[in-house]
């Protein structure tokens, strides 16, 4: 069974899960309608993804079975105060911002609601994204499965635990920063040792997917990996010996715990 679905806020983050839904799924453009404040994105939206498009968000909350809050945290309060008396208990909000728990949302809206709480990344663009998701107790099983079908759409999609949806921040919401800033660090220095900067990018950002997708395929520990490339007395070894000089775990450790701690005070 196939749902109407709605999306407050149109910006990257929807434009990717609405690409997502209508490619991996049997869901139509015009069974997806969208709002936003910006008469830009609404027409970007209309133009290039062939949805229903609107200023009104009470239009898409009345004509929408699941409900996608893709608009900024500091917007949340004032959002579902404008909609919560026209939201029904047979609706399934999503909700999509750091920081906001199933509480803080149920406060506003009322705890009778099906409430899915969701922590996206941007690699969801190109369809690779990973999803934190967890649920309040009025979600169904049937519920929770068509949710995660539609979040699996642009990505991989993982039931946890609301007590971690902070840590999902960093690892994953947060991360992509941390990974181009890895991928353009290690292009500077190829750059500095003569590689043209176009080629730079495409050998450091390879190197970074193949290494990401022997972790997910092997199952074997990152640890393992690694010591696999490092021979002895060799090349490897020694940047890896610099890297640990220079504190590189322990920054990328301290990093997260600082983007955990600020998601918990969103």
């Known amino acids: 069974m196939n749902y109407k679905i ?3 806020g149109c910006g990257n983050m929807a434009s990717a899960i609405i690409q997502g839904i209508i490619k991996k799924t049997d869901i139509k453009n015009n069974d997806i309608i ?18 229903n498009a609107t200023r009104s968000n009470t239009r898409v909350v009345s004509e929408c079975e699941v409900l996608f809050l893709s608009i900024k945290p500091q917007f949340y309060e004032t959002v579902l105060t404008e ?39 941007t690699p969801a663009l190109v369809g ?17 499965t068509y949710v995660m079908s539609l979040l699996s759409s642009f990505g991989m999609a993982e039931a946890i635990p ?6 999902c921040v960093s690892v994953s919401g947060s991360s992509p920063a941390y990974v181009f800033m890895f991928i353009e660090a290690m292009a500077d220095a190829a750059v500095a040792d003569g590689m043209p900067r176009d080629k730079a990018y495409k050998f450091a950002a390879q190197a970074v997917l193949g290494s990401a997708k ?24 020694e940047a890896v010996r610099v890297l640990e000089e220079k504190g590189f775990r322990s920054a990328v450790i301290e990093a997260m715990k600082a983007c955990t701690a600020k998601a918990k005070g969103l």
């Open 6 to 8: 709605g999306f407050i």
């Open 83 to 121: 909609i919560k008396d026209i939201i029904s208990p047979d609706q399934i909000i999503v909700t999509i911002a750091p920081g906001k728990t199933i509480a803080w949302v149920e406060s506003i809206l009322g705890d009778n609601i099906k409430l899915v709480r969701t922590m996206p990344n």
């Open 214 to 237: 022997m972790v997910l395929e092997t199952g074997k520990h990152p640890g393992e990996l690694k010591d696999m490339v490092c021979s002895p007395g060799g090349t490897t070894i």
């Open 34 to 51: 969208v709002s936003d404040a910006s008469e830009v994105a609404i027409a970007k939206a209309a133009d290039d993804l062939g949805v």
């Open 162 to 167: 609301e007590s971690l949806m902070d840590v």
């Open 128 to 144: 690779e994204g990973v999803t934190g998701v967890c649920k309040n107790s009025n979600v169904t099983d049937a519920d929770f």
